[in-house]
């Protein structure tokens, strides 16, 4: 496979440029676990570990949001058990590690539609954000029943509604108007991501993100998710670190 990770041995700069929007496409769990002959659940829960390691270092090495997507909406098509379980990771991750989260100064924030979470679920969510909202270090957001074509439909009727009731006009809706329309304008500054990297081999975008990775760089790994480590990391900073990014321009 055409990897950029395979392309040359770069190494991280830490005095160089960090992406400060990271977001991750955290995938491989079942492949992960099935390698080792054990249920697609071990691979989500080792995940769930994966997450807290990251998310640490993340916040190191001076990246001020990571957006990880940890349930699309299309992910509510697995079978019922895997559902479950996956539902039942926010509340283990929080009741592990909210005092790693305190102590690091780490704010967590969710995208995506938490109504439509089991009542356990979005206890743990809200409370999470509740509980980290005057840490002022790096943003933990994860994108939970989060997919973005419904959240550019949902964002164009709320625009629409505006203009019929005669709020806003049709000439005042321009490019900063529809971000800060969407989930990711509570992110503040650092509403769209400058990196964003796929897990296990996967070459493709799966529902993410689609108006704010407009100028975002790629990366892409054959690692499996549980066996993301701090190293695979720094290396997709050090090849973003390698590119010229011009926006359009020279
Ligand atoms: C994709 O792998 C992964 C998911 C759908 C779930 C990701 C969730 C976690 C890593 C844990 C999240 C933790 C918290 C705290 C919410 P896959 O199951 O599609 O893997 P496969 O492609 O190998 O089958």
């Known amino acids: 496979m055409a990897?950029?990770?395979?392309?040359?041995?770069?190494?991280?700069?830490?005095?160089?440029q960090i992406p400060k929007h990271i977001a991750i496409i955290m995938d491989g769990n079942g492949r992960w676990a099935k390698k080792r002959f054990m249920p697609r659940v071990y691979g989500h829960k080792e995940g769930m570990n994966t997450v807290k390691k990251i998310a640490i270092h993340a916040q190191e090495i001076g990246v001020k949001v990571l957006t990880l997507y940890a349930f699309s909406t299309e992910?509510?098509?697995?079978?019922?058990?895997e559902v479950s379980y996956l539902m039942s990771l926010p509340v283990d991750f929080f009741d592990?590690?909210?005092?790693?989260l305190i102590k690091n100064n780490i704010r967590v924030m969710t995208i995506g539609w938490?109504?439509?979470l089991p009542e356990k679920t979005k206890d743990a969510v809200l409370q999470a954000v509740e509980k980290t909202k005057?840490?002022?270090?790096?943003i933990l957001n994860f994108a939970l029943n989060y997919g973005s074509r419904q959240e550019i439909v949902e964002m164009t009727r709320q625009v629409a509604q505006k203009?019929?009731?005669g709020e806003v006009s049709a000439d005042e809706i321009d490019e900063t108007f529809i971000s800060q329309a969407l989930f990711t304008n509570k992110l503040g500054p650092y509403h769209d991501p400058e990196l964003i990297i796929r897990t296990s081999g996967e070459i493709r975008i799966s529902n993410f993100l689609l108006w704010q990775i407009a100028y975002s760089e790629f990366y892409f790994t054959d690692v499996y998710w549980p066996d993301f480590t701090n190293a695979t990391l720094e290396s997709a900073i050090a090849d973003y670190q390698d590119r010229n990014r011009r926006f359009g321009g020279l």
């Open 96 to 100: 592990v590690f909210m005092g790693d």
């Open 3 to 16: 990897l950029l990770d395979k392309k040359k041995d770069l190494s991280f700069k830490k005095d160089g």
């Open 114 to 116: 938490n109504e439509q």
């Open 134 to 138: 005057n840490n002022t270090g790096m």
């Open 163 to 165: 203009v019929a009731a």
């Open 75 to 81: 992910n509510w098509k697995r079978p019922k058990d």
